[in-house]
C-alpha cells in the first residue's frame, strides 16, 4: 500500500517565493528521500536524510524530518520557474525498495 | 559514466501482445529495481533483483509480469498478453547497495492499445 502521502497535490507560486511541501508515512524507516520528476521524465534525486537526522540543506533546498510525527517537508527558496514539476517523497526501511508518495506538483509562475 | 539506460522509451503494443522492457542500469551497479508510475500516481515498487537473483517481488502482479537480471546483459521486465490496464510509466533503478544511491533511469512509457 501506498506510505508517503504529500500535500498539497498542487501548488502554485510566483518565482522567488518559497514553496514548502509535506509529507507523512506510516511505518518505520531507515531514510527518507526527496525526488524531482519534470513532466514525462524520469526522477531526479534531490536529498536522502536519514531517520537519525532532523534537518538537511542543500543549495536552494531544506528538508525536515520529524519522525516521532512520520513527517517531512521539503523547502524551496527563492523558487524559480525551472523548478515547476512534481515533487515526490520515498521512504526506505530495509533498502530494497523506496515507497513513493503520490507527489505534489508545482508550479513556478515567472 | 552513463546513468541507467532504459529501453524502448515509448513502446505501443496491442492487447494479447508481449512487451519487454530493458534496463542497463549504471556501471558497477548489481542492484536493480523496477517500478510502475500510473498516470497522475507516485512510483510503486514491482520488483528488486541482483544478478541472477530475484531479491524482493512482492509488488508484482502474480500473472503475466516476471523480471530477470542475467549475469550479462541488461535486466528485462516482461509482460506477457498485456492489457489495457498496463498502460503506465515503468522505471528502472539502479545501485551500488541496498539502499542508497538510486539512480533511475529516463522510463519506459508503454500504451496498449
Known amino acids: 500500500s501506498q506510505q508517503g502521502e504529500e500535500d498539497p497535490q498542487a501548488l502554485s507560486i510566483q518565482e522567488g517565493e518559497n514553496a514548502t511541501m509535506n509529507c507523512s508515512y506510516k511505518?518505520?524507516?531507515?531514510?527518507l528521500q526527496w525526488y524531482r520528476q519534470n513532466s514525462g521524465r524520469g526522477l531526479v534525486h534531490l536529498i536522502l536524510?536519514?531517520?537519525?537526522?532532523r534537518e538537511k540543506h542543500s543549495g536552494r533546498l531544506r528538508v525536515t524530518l520529524d519522525t516521532s510525527k512520520k513527517s517531512s517537508s521539503l523547502l524551496i527558496t527563492a523558487s524559480r520557474a525551472a523548478d515547476t514539476a512534481s515533487y515526490f517523497c520515498?521512504?526506505?526501511?530495509?533498502?530494497?525498495?523506496?515507497?513513493f508518495g503520490a507527489g505534489t506538483i508545482l508550479r513556478v509562475k515567472s | 559514466n552513463a546513468g541507467v539506460m532504459q529501453n524502448p522509451r515509448h513502446l505501443v503494443r496491442r492487447r494479447g501482445q508481449e512487451a519487454r522492457l530493458r534496463c542497463s542500469p549504471v556501471k558497477g551497479h548489481s542492484h536493480v529495481y523496477w517500478y510502475r508510475q500510473l498516470p497522475e500516481e507516485g512510483l510503486k515498487f514491482m520488483v528488486y533483483l541482483q544478478k541472477e537473483n530475484i531479491i524482493d517481488e512482492s509488488g508484482m502482479p502474480k500473472e503475466r509480469f516476471s523480471a530477470e537480471f542475467p549475469k550479462e546483459g541488461p535486466s528485462i521486465l516482461r509482460i506477457q498478453q498485456v492489457v489495457r490496464g498496463d498502460s503506465a510509466a515503468y522505471f528502472c533503478a539502479s545501485s551500488p547497495s541496498g539502499g542508497y544511491g538510486y539512480t533511475f533511469g529516463s522510463g519506459t512509457r508503454l500504451t496498449v492499445v
Open positions: 536524510i536519514r531517520s537519525n537526522e
Open positions: 520515498a521512504t526506505d526501511l530495509y533498502g530494497n525498495k523506496l515507497v
Open positions: 511505518t518505520s524507516i531507515n531514510n
